[in-house]
């Protein structure tokens, strides 16, 4: 049977349809989902996609966070449900405290849109098997608040625990506290991340490497052996 993979559509999401496409290219289906959807439609993951979720107001992803779709992702989500939050759906996933720390502002106040250098930090997360550890991956970046900060002790503690999944490599774009691009929960099946690997799946396009399909080869992987 075919994994079902959830794709969330807020008011201002702008890359459901290019993740819905990765998900596909990996050979799995894609699912939408309406932010007022109170059920997820008994889909094996979920991704949380990039944009400006609800414009951005207040903070980044803290209205997203209270829509009708992230109770049943909240209730799943703690009982094993992979999840990935790409840019948006990563600062939605800190307000809603599935992973820890915040996002500001990129430090130096401006809009921010490259291929990124990343390094692979944990390859045992639901969404990263078919890296590697140390692996050096390129993968398109734009945000304007990718800023991630944690307290010293939150830091210490993700590094402790190996659940730093990306850095940023050659540049730190926004700031990034210890070069942190995305970071795991502690059972390794909540991810997010900065970058947007959705970008990063056909030689065409993106930065013309197919660096970022690994994240949806691997959770359909989890999931076909599960």
Same mark, same amino acid.
């Given at each position: 049977?075919?994994?079902?993979?959830?794709?969330?559509?807020?008011?201002?999401?702008?890359?459901?349809?290019?993740?819905?496409?990765?998900?596909?290219?990996?050979?799995?289906?894609?699912?939408?989902?309406?932010?007022?959807?109170?059920?997820?439609?008994?889909?094996?993951?979920?991704?949380?996609?990039?944009?400006?979720?609800?414009?951005?107001?207040?903070?980044?992803?803290?209205?997203?966070?209270?829509?009708?779709?992230?109770?049943?992702?909240?209730?799943?989500?703690?009982?094993?449900?992979?999840?990935?939050?790409?840019?948006?759906?990563?600062?939605?996933?800190?307000? !809603?405290?599935?992973?820890?720390?915040?996002?500001? +502002?990129? #430090?130096? &106040?401006? /809009?921010?849109?490259?291929?990124? %250098?990343?390094?692979?930090?944990?390859?045992?997360?639901?969404?990263?098997?078919?890296?590697?550890?140390?692996?050096?991956?390129?993968?398109?970046?734009?945000?304007?608040?990718?800023?991630?900060?944690?307290?010293?002790?939150?830091?210490?503690?993700?590094?402790?625990?190996?659940?730093?999944?990306?850095?940023?490599?050659?540049?730190?774009?926004?700031?990034?506290?210890?070069?942190?691009?995305?970071?795991?929960?502690?059972?390794?099946?909540?991810?997010?991340?900065?970058?947007?690997?959705?970008? !990063?799946?056909?030689?065409?396009?993106?930065?013309? +490497?197919? #660096?970022? &399909?690994? /994240?949806?080869?691997?959770?359909? %992987?989890?999931?076909?052996?599960?």
């Amino acid at each position: 049977m075919t994994a079902r993979i959830g794709v969330v559509t807020f008011p201002g999401s702008l890359d459901d349809r290019d993740t819905q496409r990765a998900i596909r290219l990996a050979g799995a289906e894609p699912v939408a989902l309406w932010h007022k959807d109170k059920d997820l439609k008994q889909v094996d993951a979920v991704v949380l996609c990039g944009g400006f979720s609800y414009g951005d107001y207040l903070r980044a992803g803290a209205i997203a966070r209270f829509s009708p779709v992230m109770d049943p992702l909240l209730e799943q989500a703690k009982a094993g449900l992979p999840v990935l939050g790409i840019c948006n759906g990563f600062q939605i996933l800190t307000e !809603a405290h599935l992973l820890p720390g915040t996002m500001l +502002r990129n #430090d130096h &106040l401006h /809009f921010i849109c490259r291929d990124q %250098k990343l390094r692979v930090e944990n390859a045992g997360t639901a969404w990263t098997t078919d890296y590697t550890a140390g692996q050096e991956i390129h993968i398109p970046l734009k945000n304007n608040d990718g800023q991630y900060v944690a307290d010293d002790y939150t830091l210490d503690k993700l590094e402790a625990e190996g659940r730093v999944a990306f850095r940023y490599l050659d540049v730190n774009p926004n700031g990034s506290q210890r070069d942190i691009a995305g970071v795991s929960n502690e059972a390794g099946n909540v991810v997010g991340l900065m970058p947007h690997p959705e970008h !990063a799946v056909e030689p065409l396009i993106g930065t013309g +490497r197919t #660096d970022g &399909l690994p /994240f949806f080869t691997s959770i359909l %992987k989890k999931l076909v052996n599960a």
